[in-house]
Nanobody, 126 residues
Framework: QVQLAESGGGLVQAGGSLRLSCAAS????????MGWFRQAPGKEREFVAA????????YYADSVKGRFAIFRDNAKITVYLQMNSLKPEDTAVYYC???????????????????WGQGTQVTVSS
C-alpha cells in the first residue's frame, strides 16, 4: 500500500509560481510511475505531468509544457510539481498519483494509477 499526501497549494496571482509536493509513505515507490492530475470545478480530471523512473521519461500535457516541471527526490520519497507562469485556467484541485509500470496503459490516463492523494487547491487570480 502507498499513501500519498499533497501540499503546497494556495492562492497566487497570474504569472506567479507555486511548488506542489507529494510525500509518499508505505512501500517503496521508486519504481512507480508518478503523476500529477488536476480537476477544475465542473470539469473532468485531466493529466498534467508524469515521471517514469523505469523508462527514464517525463511527460507533460501540452497546456503546461514549458511552464511546469515534475521531479522527484527518492531520498525524501517526494515528488514535486514546480509551476511557473501560472494562469487563471490553471486553477484546480491538484492530485498526486502513483501507478505500477506493469499496469500502465497510458501515463495520461487516470485509470492507470492505483494510488491517489487527497488533493491540494491551487487558485490563480487574474
Amino acid at each position: 500500500q502507498v499513501q500519498l499526501a499533497e501540499s503546497g497549494g494556495g492562492l497566487v496571482q497570474a504569472g506567479g509560481s507555486l511548488r506542489l509536493s507529494c510525500a509518499a509513505s508505505g512501500r517503496t515507490f521508486s519504481s512507480y510511475v508518478m503523476g500529477w492530475f488536476r480537476q477544475a470545478p465542473g470539469k473532468e480530471r485531466e493529466f498534467v505531468a508524469a515521471f517514469s523512473w523505469s523508462a527514464g521519461s517525463i511527460y507533460y500535457a501540452d497546456s503546461v509544457k514549458g511552464r511546469f516541471a515534475i521531479f522527484r527526490d527518492n531520498a525524501k520519497i517526494t515528488v514535486y510539481l514546480q509551476m511557473n507562469s501560472l494562469k487563471p485556467e490553471d486553477t484546480a484541485v491538484y492530485y498526486c498519483a502513483a501507478g505500477r509500470p506493469s499496469r500502465m496503459v497510458s501515463v495520461s490516463s487516470s485509470a492507470s494509477y492505483d494510488y491517489w492523494g487527497q488533493g491540494t487547491q491551487v487558485t490563480v487570480s487574474s
